[in-house]
Nanobody
Framework: HVVESGGGLVQSGGSLRLSCAASGFTFDRYAVGWFRQAPGKEHEGVSCIGYSDGNTYYADSVKGRFTISRDSAKNMVYLQMNSLKPEDTAVYYC?????????????????????WGQGTRVTVSS
């Protein structure tokens, strides 16, 4: 399974780093993505990273502010979130899948991922 951590309450303009830990498998053979769900809204693909080429994808709403990265030695994937805005408030989920072929496909929230975490809440105050 995957476990997210690092959420919390932060003021607008602040930063947080979310972590996604894999248990029972290694991320190296999986595409990994971060998704979020704001209150009353659908799931949104935020950022994804491929497993074979390291390609990354970012939603337009987070480009230039968020950075996804892997640490293979620690079997972790991170989402560094800078310049946070109130509209980034959501529950953030980590997912991993070994079958998707592109990072763009990984970031379409289709719900059939090999692994999907329980989420970590991010609240950005104005």
């Amino acid at each position: 399974h995957v476990v997210e951590s690092g959420g919390g309450l932060v003021q607008s303009g602040g930063s947080l780093r979310l972590s996604c830990a894999a248990s029972g498998f290694t991320f190296d053979r999986y595409a990994v993505g971060w998704f979020r769900q704001a209150p009353g809204k659908e799931h949104e693909g935020v950022s994804c990273i491929g497993y074979s080429d390291g390609n990354t994808y970012y939603a337009d709403s987070v480009k230039g502010r968020f950075t996804i990265s892997r640490d293979s030695a620690k079997n972790m994937v991170y989402l560094q979130m800078n310049s946070l805005k109130p509209e980034d408030t959501a529950v953030y989920y980590c997912a991993a899948d070994s079958h998707v072929t592109t990072v763009q496909a990984m970031c379409i929230p289709w719900g059939g991922y090999d692994y999907w975490g329980q989420g970590t809440r991010v609240t950005v105050s104005s």
